[in-house]
């Protein structure tokens, strides 16, 4: 890849003398979903895909961006006095609002760059593609320029750039996952207050495997933002009778004995999934740290009904990849990943029944979807590193 990439840069930006190469990964939530925004807990993972980018300093403030993934945008130029949104600049408003980002936390960035991105994460899959982005440039310009961050404040710094620049009031487990990976471990986030450990996923004869639908979706145009707000708002009516200062603040016997308080039954099942998907996901990491993978396992299967019946962001295609992998002999958990309404799911097969398993949820999906699904067995990698 490295060889490649550079031989690319050279083609597009004339030679690639003084240029670096560099990679961030993809990440994989294997539970605790929409929990992030809701002070509850997560448990992701860095993939050994991701994205791949060489970059190199210029004399002047321009930048020159250019994507392997996007090859018929050609180059698109910009520069550092240019550094607000637009539509123009397409996926280059990820590496900008990152500039941007730096320098509003008084990291100005001193000249331009060059920088060519070449990502194996299947586009708009919910592997965090964008946040792959936003980390890579993030550790680019920490090394080219010797900022003091560490990897937790690239996250940040990406979280904050995806917020405020490009508008998607994404939580912290995408950046997190991706900033602070490390190879065959998970991370158990409270995104309360930013404390983790990393817990081994040690799967003794079963294999991580993520069945993409190939429905694209953006965050943007998604009712993401929406859900958000329904938790808030829901929040808001707990604080009317209980002293809490997120729904991750609550167990499921409190949250039943508050719950009336809430005005609507929508968001009493929004705030009862995000409550109940927070529980869970303690209780898998336990459950994990007892090897009891089949535990594990039934608790992915009650995560995805909950993101299904009671937050309502699955859809058919994520709903037939799961439902047609549970029929599966050798599954022993399936669930949507990521934002849902599309994207990925996210299964832990035992390694004899994959082939099967990949055969028997593909037919199943093309036959009812109309068009095929996409499979990947992966493996858990490292954070941001240059190569
Ligand atoms: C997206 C967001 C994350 C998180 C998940 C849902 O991936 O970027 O912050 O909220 O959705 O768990």
Redesign the pocket.
């Known amino acids: 890849m490295k060889e490649t990439i550079l031989k690319k840069f050279e083609e597009v930006f004339g030679d690639n003398s003084d240029a670096k190469v560099y990679f961030a990964p993809g990440r994989v939530?294997l539970i605790?979903?929409?929990?992030?925004?809701n002070g509850g807990h997560?448990f992701p993972c860095a993939l050994t895909i991701g994205t791949y980018g060489v970059a190199r300093k210029r004399t002047d403030n321009r930048l020159r961006f250019y994507s392997m993934n996007f090859e018929q945008l050609g180059i698109i130029e910009s520069s550092l006095d240019d550094l607000v949104p637009s539509k123009e600049a397409d996926w280059t408003n990820y590496p900008k609002g990152v500039m941007w980002a730096f320098g509003e936390k008084g990291m100005k960035v001193p000249c331009g760059m060059d920088l060519l991105l070449n990502g194996n994460i299947p586009n708009g899959s919910?592997l965090?593609s964008s946040?792959s982005v936003e980390v890579l440039t993030g550790f680019i310009l920490k090394d080219m320029f010797g900022f003091d961050v560490t990897n937790q404040d690239l996250a940040l710094i990406g979280q904050y750039s995806e917020n405020q620049y490009n508008k998607?009031n994404?939580?912290?487990?995408?950046q997190f996952a991706i900033a602070m990976g490390k190879k065959d471990n998970a991370i158990f986030l409270d995104t309360a207050d930013l404390s983790y450990e990393y817990a081994p996923i040690v799967l003794k004869g079963a294999k991580i495997v993520i069945a993409c639908s190939n429905k694209k979706r953006g965050?943007g145009d998604s009712k993401?933002n929406e859900r958000r707000e329904e938790c808030e708002t829901a929040l808001a009516e707990l604080q009317q009778t209980v002293d809490i200062k997120t729904l991750g603040d609550l167990d499921e016997a409190a949250f039943e004995q508050a719950a009336s308080a809430i005005q609507s039954d929508v968001r009493r099942k929004r705030a009862k999934h995000a409550v109940y998907e927070n529980q869970r996901t303690m209780r898998a990491v336990e459950a994990l740290k007892a090897n009891n993978v089949a535990r594990f396992g039934q608790l992915m299967n009650e995560s995805h009904i909950s993101l299904r019946d009671d937050y309502e962001v699955t859809g058919i295609e994520l709903d037939t990849l799961v439902e047609e992998a549970w029929k599966v002999e050798g599954v022993i958990g399936s669930r949507m990943t990521?934002?849902?309404f599309g994207g990925c799911t996210v299964s832990i097969v035992k390694d004899e029944a994959i082939d099967n398993f990949i055969e028997k949820v593909g037919a199943a999906y093309k036959e009812k979807i109309g068009y095929a699904a996409d499979f990947y067995v992966v493996e858990i990698g490292d954070g941001p590193r240059a190569l």
């Open positions: 939530n605790g979903e929409h929990t992030d925004y997560v919910g965090s946040a998607v994404c939580g912290i487990m995408d965050l993401y990521g934002a849902g």
